[in-house]
């Protein structure tokens, strides 16, 4: 596996993600899943995946949760990343596995897999105290919302 730097968004202070709130929503009339991540500063970061996948047929194809100390074995692959092409060095970042042993898993499962989407991804949130990680064939949207901004 290699992790490739992602910045989508510059807001959060690195290193500093204090909180965060992982919620799955499926109803008859939506779906979706959101990962909400607060810095020390309180801007918050809502990464959203509410596009319906025409090819698993939900929003996302998977999703999982550990503890930082369960995933201490993604350290060897960050210590190897690309961190140059950051936008901010100071900001937050997240990762992309390529030749991701997630998307392997997922492949041994009967059921569609990355052969059948070639461009599928399995994006990587780290925090403080944890790592979601999203297997999906888009990009989530980002929201940001600042302390004080009323938003």
């Given at each position: 596996?290699?992790?490739?730097v992602?910045q989508p968004?510059?807001?959060?202070?690195?290193g500093?993600i204090?909180?965060?709130t992982?919620?799955?929503f499926?109803?008859?009339?939506?779906g979706?899943?959101?990962?909400v991540?607060?810095?020390?500063?309180?801007?918050?970061?809502?990464?959203?995946?509410?596009?319906?996948?025409p090819?698993v047929?939900?929003?996302?194809?998977t999703?999982?949760?550990?503890?930082?100390?369960?995933?201490?074995?993604?350290?060897?692959?960050i210590?190897?990343?690309?961190?140059?092409?950051l936008?901010?060095?100071?900001?937050?970042?997240?990762?992309?596995?390529?030749?991701?042993?997630?998307?392997a898993?997922y492949?041994?499962?009967?059921?569609?897999?990355?052969?059948?989407?070639?461009?599928?991804?399995?994006?990587?949130?780290m925090?403080?105290?944890?790592?979601?990680?999203?297997?999906?064939?888009y990009?989530?949207r980002?929201?940001?919302?600042k302390?004080g901004?009323g938003?």
């Open positions: 596996m290699e992790l490739q992602w968004v510059i807001c959060l202070v690195k500093n204090i909180g965060a992982f919620q799955y499926d109803t008859e009339d939506q979706g899943l959101k990962i991540l607060t810095d020390i500063k309180g801007t918050m970061v809502e990464v959203i995946y509410d596009k319906h996948s090819i047929g939900d929003c996302v194809w999703f999982r949760y550990a503890n930082e100390i369960a995933r201490s074995d993604l350290n060897k692959f210590d190897r990343a690309d961190h140059s092409k936008t901010d060095p100071a900001a937050h970042h997240f990762y992309k596995a390529l030749q991701s042993d997630y998307i898993w492949d041994q499962l009967p059921w569609l897999g990355s052969e059948d989407a070639p461009h599928v991804e399995h994006h990587i949130y925090y403080n105290d944890g790592v979601f990680e999203v297997i999906s064939d990009e989530p980002f929201i940001v919302k302390q901004d938003s």
